[in-house]
């Protein structure tokens, strides 16, 4: 019998995971119910910001005029609507005071104001039937937030002639956060099923189905355990619970596929039940640790940006990969070896294929290749595609440049709107149209003069001496002078403090107040000055992102390189990986401008366009993105790379691993897609952004990428994609991680490209006899 040469530690590890799997899953399900315990009420304690650096000076400003000057930054607005009458008549000025008073009277609600109190005529709407009561809730974003859920139903609805309702930054969070609860409910109730069902078309038992979503459980319920404990230490967004969901049952399908793919295979070839697993664990194992490796450093690079929102995915994405790795390498192999040959039980397939008839059938099994199991199911379906997959990989290797120039030109060509990207920052219209606070927001925007939540905000500090009115004149003529400025008010000033409120003509996000944060920053003063505002928060976040994005893609890029020259040995294969990974990404960016910057099917898809991308989201979706498609990248050289140590044969080494990872990548990558599609149907706008974006991405990468890209690229490159110096060939070969395979006809022997497997005798590679 042969064997594969690996490292004692890894022989130790699957005496480990085999000896006693039983105590193996009973820990296991022991863990995962103080996981459900310790993450119950994770959301309730996560945000719905994130997206401003705390240290640019636009955060410094805000809070500093927070502090000193409560009442210029409200972040709770009631919309008071007179219906018919003017919101100057006596009885609507009465009650609204009367709102006031109460408003005011409420414990930790400050600087509460109002069109009735100060005649100010951006709190008065164009039209004189509503009005504005602008109040600031202290506290935390939590803390805030529970404030809101105590006063909100005493204000809003009807009071005798007006009728009220809540907008405001605090009211878009609240409302943001509960529909992403909601949101991501109903997206695991369309996920999970539908993944099952796919499941068992994938592998035809229903045992073998169940063992996927079983990781994938455990992986999310440990996620939320670990988000729980980390929210006592710092803030972690809300958003960060939809990619621990996708990832969650993403991954955990990809690396239970592929190990219950490759245990059944060792089956299928005469292998007792703990070698099989053994053996599985040498070869699918070890890929699937790669895998999670390159996934989770690509994640991680977002841990050097500031902005909390970036920093909560690093968080949740490197605990669910770890623990999707974990679960896929410790429980499972623990609950095949339980198994056995049970794993293919309750073959669902059996129904449809007795009424197809019984000689169809059997036509169809004997022209797979295939026998079927112990107990009568039949092999996967992916296997029966393998032929197919091989023949695809001969037609493109054949016409390797048309394929390889057709394929980069078509992936180009579709990034092409990208380069009209806008930058903006996220508002309520995230929101469906419906919600309260998005229609308070939008009447603000329709009805009243100029854009009230767009101002910028100038805080001036003294230096020492107490300023002078003439100083603070002067320094506002010169604002005044400024291009773009609309009016200037202000100076309201308090102790040594004092702050301008400018009104930008245009959009609040417009290049022209982009323009004019920067113009105003230059202005000299003799006090100290700092400008916040929506236009001064997007630089910054614009600025915060760009000094760390160099940082961020070399993280991934050497790490990656490293990684896949451990697997390969090669120097080009790791440098053809990136940039085929970076080059499936661009369909999936130039989408998101064409649909979500410019508003192209938003009717369909049920999304308000702003015009603009919010900052955030494109690091965002590159990282995740960037690291799944390394994980199908990973499963198809690892196989080739196998192969080729096998048998020394560049091109047949190129085909065997199509053909024996081709179907498996697809039917992951369709299911992954299915779970983002799920997170897709999100009522929040960036949500449905980021799940149609990565389940597109993903499908770009497996069936072009995968399919025809690497195939004639490597065609192209010949034997000179597995160079590499001396040096590091000799460190690859001490130090190296790649798999070994057992020699043996296999279960492909005697069909098609299967055949011409046995044929090629073993001439490389860590295999001994």
Not at 172 to 187: F, K
Not at 481 to 494: F, H, I, K, W
Request: proline fraction near 5%; glycine fraction near 10%; aromatic fraction near 6%.
């Amino acid at each position: 019998m042969s064997e594969v040469n690996s490292p004692p530690a890894l022989g130790r590890w699957t005496r480990l995971v085999t000896g006693r799997p039983g105590l193996s899953l009973l820990a296991a399900l022991v863990l995962t119910a103080l996981a459900v315990f310790a993450g119950s009420g994770v959301a309730d304690r996560m945000g719905s910001g994130g997206w401003d650096d705390p240290g640019a000076e636009s955060s410094y400003a805000t809070e500093a005029l927070e502090r000193e000057f409560p009442a210029s930054q409200p972040n709770l607005l009631l919309l008071v609507d007179s219906g018919r009458a003017s919101v100057d008549a006596p009885a609507v000025a009465a009650e609204a005071r009367r709102l006031s008073e109460r408003l005011a009277a409420e414990k930790d609600v400050v600087g509460v104001g109002s069109y009735w109190q100060t005649r100010s005529p951006a709190l008065r709407a164009e039209d004189g039937r509503q009005a504005l009561i602008a109040a600031r809730i202290e506290g935390d974003e939590k803390a805030a937030a529970e404030v809101l859920k105590r006063i909100a139903p005493d204000f809003r609805g009807t009071h005798g002639p007006v009728e009220v309702s809540l907008g405001g930054p605090l009211a878009v969070q609240d409302e943001m956060t509960t529909t992403i609860q909601e949101d991501l409910l109903r997206a695991e109730l369309i996920a999970l099923p539908v993944t099952l069902v796919l499941l068992v078309m994938i592998f035809g038992s229903a045992v073998a189905a169940l063992l996927p979503l079983g990781v994938g459980i455990v992986a999310i319920l440990g996620t939320n355990a670990i988000l729980r404990a980390i929210t006592e230490f710092t803030d972690v967004s809300v958003f960060a619970q939809n990619l621990t969901t996708a990832l969650g049952l993403g991954l955990a399908i990809d690396y239970a596929l592929f190990i219950v793919r490759r245990f059944r295979e060792e089956l299928d070839a005469g292998a007792e039940v703990r070698e099989a697993v053994g053996i599985t664990l040498r070869t699918a194992g070890r890929t699937v640790l790669f895998s999670a490796l390159t996934v989770a450093v690509s994640l991680a690079a977002m841990l050097v940006f500031p902005q909390y929102f970036l920093r909560s995915f690093a968080y949740a994405g490197i605990a669910v990969v770890l623990l999707a790795a974990a679960a896929a390498l410790i429980l499972l192999p623990a609950a095949l070896m339980l198994l056995g040959h049970r794993v293919n039980a309750l073959d669902l397939r059996r129904l449809f294929r007795r009424r197809r008839g019984k000689g169809a059938s059997s036509d169809r099994d004997a022209s797979s290749g295939q026998g079927a199991s112990p107990d009568g199911s039949a092999a996967p379906s992916v296997e029966e595609a393998g032929a197919g997959w091989a023949r695809l990989a001969d037609l493109v290797m054949r016409r390797a440049p048309l394929f390889a120039f057709g394929t980069v030109a078509a992936l180009v060509l579709l990034g092409l709107p990208f380069l009209g990207v806008k930058f903006g920052t996220p508002d309520d219209r995230q929101l469906p149209s419906t919600a309260e606070s998005h229609v308070v927001q939008q009447q603000i925007r329709d009805g009243f003069p100029g854009s009230p939540d767009g101002a910028l905000e100038v805080f001036a500090a003294s230096t020492g001496s107490a300023t002078t009115p003439a100083a603070y004149a002067d320094y506002r003529d010169r604002i005044s002078a400024l291009p773009g400025v609309l009016r200037v008010d202000g100076p309201v000033t308090s102790g040594g403090s004092a702050y301008f409120t400018v009104q930008p003509e245009g959009e609040a996000v417009g290049e022209g107040a982009q323009r004019l944060v920067h113009d105003l920053r230059d202005i000299p003063a003799p006090f100290d000055t700092s400008v916040t505002g929506k236009a001064a928060v997007l630089e910054d976040s614009k600025s915060a992102i760009a000094d760390q994005l160099p940082l961020a893609l070399g993280i991934i890029v050497v790490v990656t390189l490293l990684l896949v020259f451990l697997l390969t040995g090669s120097v080009l294969i790791p440098i053809q990986a990136v940039v085929l990974n970076a080059l499936s990404l661009t369909a999936m960016f130039g989408a998101v401008v064409w649909v979500f910057q410019d508003g192209n099917l938003s009717g369909l898809l049920g999304f308000t366009p702003t015009g603009d991308i919010e900052t955030t989201l494109p690091v965002l979706m590159f990282c995740i993105a960037f690291g799944l498609s390394m994980d199908y990248g990973v499963f198809l050289l690892s196989r080739i790379k196998e192969e080729y140590d096998r048998t020394g044969d560049h091109e047949h080494a190129v085909r065997f691993g199509l053909r024996r990872t081709g179907g498996l990548i697809t039917a992951a990558a369709v299911i992954l897609a299915v779970v983002m599609v799920g997170i897709g149907t999100s009522r929040v706008t960036n949500t449905k952004m980021l799940g149609l974006g990565i389940a597109l991405a993903v499908l770009m990468d497996a069936m072009v990428v995968r399919s025809l890209l690497v195939p004639s690229v490597m065609k192209l490159m010949g034997a000179s994609t597995w160079w590499a110096p001396g040096p590091l060939r000799r460190f690859h070969e001490r130090f190296g991680l790649s798999e070994g395979e057992i020699p043996r006809p296999g279960p492909d022997a005697g069909s098609g490209s299967g055949s011409e497997e046995a044929s090629v005798p073993p001439t490389r590679g860590k295999v001994r006899t």
